[in-house]
């Protein structure tokens, strides 16, 4: 049996598999708050002696990056070693995997029901594949065919320049340059950088920023959540914070678009992370896809590309463990 994990800041999730029910179908499957822990050891020691059975190899998505067969895990003091682990926890072996590498691995085995399509385009079969993942941080990965299957490769594409695509974002970057910090799409299109563009546009007089939400704010340890709620309320709407919506909707377009011609992304561009499937109403307005396609005179090429969100939870899992599987 096949032990896959999704190991986060935040929590890690862990499940076991086996090659005949197939990655969709785990024989057991938990959920633990990662700082409860000392290590990854600790927390599987824990399920194991929770779920009855035997495993034999470990498959590991984890939020950091993997060098030599060791992670650092971003936001948690583990370090996570696959041949320490491996004897610690008396397997065969042990594979770890980025975060966004495991649900890039995912992509091919999706459902229809794990997707929402923004874009149908023309997919070409065995075309590249691209996915980029706003969440805390900005993921991209991406997937390029063998002609048997396909191969997911990991990028630091989130960390690269932000490029301004309207006066708007010069402002938004003359903003954040100020600090003399290097800005990156990572500090405007993610759940760190929400919170940069709503403030950028709160102090460039975009809009008022009413009571209610200022003491909401104030009240929050995490912003993003706040501001996505307040630009999507139809009954309480705040002008400033649909703008910031607005503006992170269009510049994950755009950077999305940047993306598939980077890759050629035939195949398809997937929207993964925490974001995404929270704010499908903004995505759905016309934005995202008319900055995803303004690619002058690359834009027929990039109109004919798919665009799906997952809407599936536990995608780096499933794909953690379709690595393990060798699917």
């Not at 994990?5 to 499957?29: F, I, R, S, W």
């Not at 072996?93 to 085995?109: C, E, G, M, T, Y």
Request: charged share 20%; hydrophobic share 45%.
């Amino acid at each position: 049996m096949l032990l896959a994990g999704d190991v986060g800041g935040t929590k890690t999730a862990l499940a076991v598999y086996t090659p005949e029910a197939g990655p969709h179908a785990p024989v057991a499957e938990a959920v633990f708050r990662s700082a409860d822990y000392p290590s990854l050891g600790a927390v599987v020691r824990e399920f194991l002696a929770r779920a009855p059975v035997r495993v034999r190899r470990a498959s590991v998505g984890v939020a950091g990056p993997v060098v030599g067969g060791r992670a650092t895990i971003t936001n948690l003091p583990w370090i996570i070693d696959e041949a320490q682990l491996r004897v610690e926890l008396g397997l065969e072996s042990v594979r770890l995997i980025n975060d966004l590498v495991a649900i890039a691995r995912a992509v091919p085995h999706l459902r229809p029901e794990d997707v929402h399509t923004l874009g149908a385009g023309e997919p070409v079969p065995g075309g590249a594949i691209a996915v980029i993942a706003p969440g805390t941080g900005l993921g991209e990965a991406f997937l390029t065919w063998d002609g048997a299957r396909y191969h997911a490769h990991p990028s630091e594409g989130g960390h690269a320049d932000f490029a301004p695509a309207t006066p708007a974002e010069l402002g938004l970057l003359a903003y954040l340059q100020r600090g003399g910090e290097h800005v990156s799409y990572e500090r405007v299109c993610s759940g760190l950088g929400l919170p940069n563009i709503y403030a950028y546009l709160k102090e460039s007089g975009a809009g008022d920023e009413p009571a209610w939400l200022a003491a909401r704010l104030a009240g929050a340890a995490d912003p993003t959540p706040v501001i996505v709620a307040a630009a999507l309320d139809d009954r309480q709407p705040c002008r400033l914070a649909r703008a910031a919506l607005d503006m992170f909707v269009s510049i994950l377009g755009a950077e999305a678009g940047n993306m598939a011609l980077k890759v050629l992304a035939t195949g398809g561009v997937y929207l993964g992370g925490g974001i995404p499937p929270r704010i499908l109403p903004a995505l759905e307005s016309g934005r995202f896809i008319e900055a995803f396609r303004r690619k002058g005179r690359m834009s027929g090429l990039v109109a004919r590309i798919p665009v799906h969100v997952i809407v599936r939870s536990g995608v780096a899992l499933l794909g953690a463990a379709c690595e393990g599987l060798g699917l």
